[in-house]
């Protein structure tokens, strides 16, 4: 008869335990830092999938949409962008779903649910399984509005400065 040792079976049960809550510790602190990491980077970060639900998003893209996280997971573009931006956001999305390509590109986004209008630099890039097929993609906006609102001032005023004749620049209210 084989003898069963049970003392050294405990023994080693008990010593693979202490190894997976080793493990999962530091998985949870790994999970953690990288939460704060995205939370409070200064761009708007999300994961959609291949129908463009969001997986993931930031704390800086939950603030412009002004809605808790649970409200905006598995939610499309289409509950919070305006037409023209939808349209925007979903060619480019195609590119990187369909296409498997890295986009990099301006965006300017017309938010419904507070009505700000930002144009961001955004960059997206597809997420493969271990088989290489896409299943989602990353993107970083870091938003760019009043660079390009200076850029169009700078260019008005060189126009205005080229200009043999007076000029006189004024906003929409005439003022």
Same mark, same amino acid.
């Given at each position: 008869?084989?003898?069963?040792?049970?003392?050294?079976?405990?023994?080693?049960?008990?010593?693979?335990?202490?190894?997976? /809550?080793?493990?999962?510790?530091? &998985?949870?602190?790994?999970? +953690?830092?990288?939460? *704060?990491?995205?939370?409070? #980077?200064? =761009?708007?970060?999300?994961?959609?999938?291949?129908?463009?639900?969001?997986?993931?998003?930031?704390?800086?893209?939950?603030?412009?949409?002004?809605?808790?996280?649970?409200?905006?997971?598995?939610?499309?573009?289409?509950?919070?962008?305006? /037409?023209?931006?939808?349209?925007? &956001?979903?060619?480019?999305? +195609?590119?990187?779903? *369909?296409?498997?390509?890295? #986009?990099? =590109?301006?965006?300017?986004?017309?938010?419904?649910?507070?009505?700000?209008?930002?144009?961001?630099?955004?960059?997206?890039?597809?997420?493969?399984?271990?088989?290489?097929?896409?299943?989602?993609?990353?993107?970083?906006?870091?938003?760019?509005?009043?660079?390009?609102?200076?850029?169009?001032?700078?260019?008005?005023?060189?126009?205005?400065?080229?200009?043999?004749?007076?000029?006189?620049?004024?906003?929409?209210?005439?003022?």
């Amino acid at each position: 008869h084989p003898t069963f040792d049970a003392v050294g079976t405990f023994a080693g049960f008990n010593r693979l335990l202490a190894i997976l /809550a080793q493990r999962e510790e530091a &998985l949870k602190y790994g999970e +953690h830092k990288l939460s *704060t990491i995205l939370d409070n #980077v200064d =761009a708007f970060i999300y994961v959609k999938d291949t129908e463009g639900r969001y997986l993931f998003a930031n704390r800086r893209l939950l603030e412009l949409f002004g809605l808790p996280i649970d409200v905006v997971m598995g939610h499309g573009d289409e509950s919070f962008f305006d /037409a023209p931006t939808l349209a925007q &956001l979903r060619r480019n999305d +195609h590119q990187v779903l *369909t296409g498997g390509q890295t #986009v990099k =590109a301006d965006e300017t986004n017309l938010t419904l649910l507070n009505g700000r209008t930002k144009t961001c630099l955004s960059v997206k890039l597809p997420l493969r399984n271990d088989a290489g097929d896409i299943y989602a993609l990353c993107g970083v906006s870091t938003d760019i509005t009043a660079r390009k609102q200076a850029e169009e001032e700078r260019r008005i005023g060189a126009i205005a400065f080229e200009c043999q004749e007076g000029m006189v620049v004024m906003d929409a209210s005439s003022t």
